[in-house]
T-cell receptor
Framework: GAVVSQHPSWVICKSGTSVKIECRSL??????MFWYRQFPKQSLMLMAT?????????EQGVEKDKFLINHASLTLSTLTVTSAHPEDSSFYIC??????????????FGPGTRLTVT | GENVEQHPSTLSVQEGDSAVIKCTYS??????FPWYKQELGKGPQLIID?????GEKKDQRIAVTLNKTAKHFSLHITETQPEDSAVYFC????????????FGTGTRLTIIP
């Protein structure tokens, strides 16, 4: 149980274009989803927290107009990187929290999406 | 905000020996402390967690201890195996009304056959 998927697993896009990453909770309803960014050999940095049906809360220093987050249902959240630039190249990971009987704070992570901007 | 420090950054252990990774946190209101294992190119996987009302928790070869007074917690892996080689992250969170986790900087564990 508690499986989270991400799509695509990797994507290459040209500078200036936008790319959308999907995060799905497959066997539970995720009341909250989190988006992280991880640079090589570094830790996970939280970008934003999203609750179903409401606006995402962004961490300090994260541009909300550049990283658009939509959490339209209890099983799907999307992250859109708009006007991507090479410095946006990173490993993007989502996590989901929720589900009956689970630890309130326990987060289940997706497999990540490798974004390369050329 | 919360700040989590993790040591060591790299650790090499002979197969069969034990490995210990330590973390300290700054926010005394944190009450949830998970440990994640991340293999290359994959997302983190929860391996064990502990709440502040418990001092120790064990799951087969893995154990976590928590000292709330000193604000530190540790991961213990016994009888290490080659498949234990990965990057391990500690995290702290669970502050009332705040669902976020703050992660440590990670420990690259290498098991030497």
């Amino acid at each position: 149980g508690a499986v989270v998927s991400q799509h695509p697993s990797w994507v290459i896009c040209k500078s200036g274009t936008s790319v959308k990453i999907e995060c799905r909770s497959l066997d539970f309803q995720a009341t909250t989803m989190f988006w992280y960014r991880q640079f090589p050999k570094q830790s996970l940095m939280l970008m934003a927290t999203s609750n179903e049906g409401s606006k995402a809360t962004y961490e300090q220093g994260v541009e909300k107009d550049k990283f658009l987050i939509n959490h339209a249902s209890l099983t799907l959240s999307t992250l859109t990187v708009t006007s991507a630039h090479p410095e946006d190249s990173s490993f993007y990971i989502c996590s989901a929290r929720g589900g009956g009987g689970s630890n309130f704070y326990e987060q289940y992570f997706g497999p990540g999406t490798r974004l390369t901007v050329t | 905000g919360e700040n989590v420090e993790q040591h060591p950054s790299t650790l090499s252990v002979q197969e069969g020996d034990s490995a210990v990774i330590k973390c300290t946190y700054s926010d005394s209101a944190s009450n949830y402390f998970p440990w994640y294992k991340q293999e290359l190119g994959k997302g983190p996987q929860l391996i064990i967690d502990i709440r502040s009302n418990v001092g120790e928790k064990k799951d087969q070869r893995i154990a976590v201890t928590l000292n709330k007074t000193a604000k530190h917690f540790s991961l213990h892996i016994t009888e290490t195996q080659p498949e234990d080689s990965a990057v391990y992250f500690c995290a702290a969170g669970g502050r009332f009304g705040n669902e976020k986790l703050t992660f440590g900087t990670g420990t690259r564990l290498t098991i030497i056959p």
